[in-house]
Nanobody
């Protein structure tokens, strides 16, 4: 069965950085696009970033563009998210998700359990 396991979340001060990882198994990782989503308490789920199967194309949400970088390693079957210049509004549970296609952030068929990121003093 498809499994996605996020790690790397924690407490960080405003302006700090964190790197999240998602370990994937149960499918041919290199054939599918992958995304990071986040959901803050009482807020709607929003797309953070998407990366195509080969890593050749990326898409970022407006609120994180220029600060976050999505990456993938198709040998290690991992998805990464480097987060710089973190702001309190970045506080949320971050999820990785598997697209149903090589590229696309409309349809997903697997989600991880999420990792908490808290940006605060």
């Amino acid at each position: 069965q498809v499994q996605l396991v996020e790690s790397g979340g924690g407490l960080v001060q405003p302006g700090g950085s964190l790197r999240l990882s998602c370990a994937a198994s149960g499918f041919i990782f290199g054939n599918y696009g992958m995304s990071w989503y986040r959901q803050g308490t009482g807020k709607e789920r929003e797309l953070v970033a998407h990366i195509s199967s080969t890593g050749g194309s990326t898409t970022y949400g407006k609120s994180v563009k220029g600060r976050f970088t999505i990456s993938r390693d198709n040998v290690k079957h991992t998805l990464g998210l480097r987060m710089n210049d973190l702001k309190p509004e970045d506080t949320a549970v971050y999820f990785c998700a598997k697209s149903t296609r090589w590229f696309g952030y409309q349809d997903y068929d697997a989600w991880g359990q999420g990792t908490q990121v808290t940006v605060s003093l």
